[in-house]
């Protein structure tokens, strides 16, 4: 049996610390670390090359889903299984959008994550039953059964990454730093996804990305 190397990411100490130990008493299953930030997961996928990076959805910092990308243009091998409380469309359609292999809830019990994690390692996507309820597979890949049909669905990927980190109240030169692109190209992000969106003041565009599911509260 191959060993899997496994990364865990949550914010949350005790439940980062939880699933660690959890993992460490399975067979098979080597933790190569820890992390409580997606910045903080990136630099540890670039030095530990993990088999599966198991990453919760909100987290401070860098968007996991911008993380997730950067992780498998740095190292393909490496796969991604998302572990959060939330299931709104719009996280089920990033997570799948950047090429994640799994997306569970964390009211599963932790065989079930186990599993998860197994099957992922094998290049095998495993979903919660509350997302696989709300997507569907075939020859064009996985993808929401449902397009969400809201102001929120007419934006790029790009544009809700931008969303999120602008109702986090991240400036434009910050948003420009974390997302590793130029000021002129947020700029252009944030006009583009206010004009779609009929927003044009960032209180309420804040507001509209909690309501909408794009950031918590």
């Given at each position: 049996?191959?060993?899997?190397?496994?990364?865990?990411?949550?914010?949350?100490?005790?439940?980062?610390?939880?699933?660690?130990?959890?993992?460490?008493?399975?067979?098979?299953?080597?933790v190569?670390?820890?992390?409580?930030?997606?910045?903080?997961?990136?630099?540890?996928?670039?030095?530990?090359?993990?088999?599966?990076?198991?990453?919760?959805?909100?987290?401070?910092?860098?968007?996991?889903?911008?993380a997730?990308?950067?992780?498998?243009?740095?190292?393909?091998?490496?796969?991604?299984?998302?572990?959060?409380?939330?299931?709104?469309?719009?996280?089920?359609?990033?997570?799948?959008?950047?090429?994640?292999?799994?997306?569970?809830?964390?009211?599963?019990?932790?065989?079930?994550?186990?599993?998860?994690?197994?099957?992922?390692?094998?290049?095998?996507?495993?979903?919660?039953e509350?997302?696989?309820?709300?997507?569907?597979?075939?020859?064009?890949?996985?993808?929401?059964?449902?397009?969400?049909?809201?102001?929120?669905?007419?934006?790029?990927?790009?544009?809700?990454?931008?969303?999120?980190?602008?109702?986090?109240?991240?400036?434009?030169?910050?948003?420009?730093?974390?997302?590793?692109?130029?000021?002129?190209?947020?700029?252009?992000?944030?006009?583009?996804?206010?004009?779609?969106?009929?927003?044009?003041?960032?209180?309420?565009?804040?507001?509209?990305?909690?309501?909408?599911?794009?950031?918590?509260?």
């Amino acid at each position: 049996m191959n060993t899997i190397r496994i990364l865990v990411v949550d914010d949350h100490a005790l439940v980062r610390s939880m699933l660690a130990d959890r993992l460490k008493r399975e067979p098979g299953i080597e933790v190569t670390g820890a992390a409580g930030t997606a910045d903080e997961a990136f630099d540890l996928v670039l030095k530990t090359s993990p088999d599966v990076v198991l990453m919760d959805i909100d987290m401070p910092g860098l968007i996991c889903f911008d993380a997730a990308r950067r992780m498998t243009a740095a190292r393909p091998s490496t796969r991604i299984l998302f572990l959060s409380a939330f299931t709104h469309d719009h996280y089920i359609e990033q997570a799948l959008s950047v090429g994640a292999l799994g997306y569970i809830t964390k009211t599963e019990p932790p065989d079930v994550i186990v599993s998860a994690i197994r099957k992922v390692s094998e290049n095998i996507s495993y979903f919660s039953e509350a997302v696989r309820n709300r997507i569907v597979s075939d020859e064009r890949g996985v993808r929401l059964a449902a397009q969400p049909q809201t102001r929120a669905s007419k934006l790029t990927s790009r544009e809700v990454e931008v969303v999120r980190y602008l109702a986090r109240g991240l400036s434009k030169k910050e948003i420009a730093q974390v997302m590793h692109l130029s000021i002129k190209t947020v700029d252009k992000h944030t006009c583009n996804l206010m004009d779609k969106l009929d927003i044009h003041d960032r209180v309420e565009l804040a507001r509209f990305a909690i309501r909408e599911g794009l950031a918590e509260p």
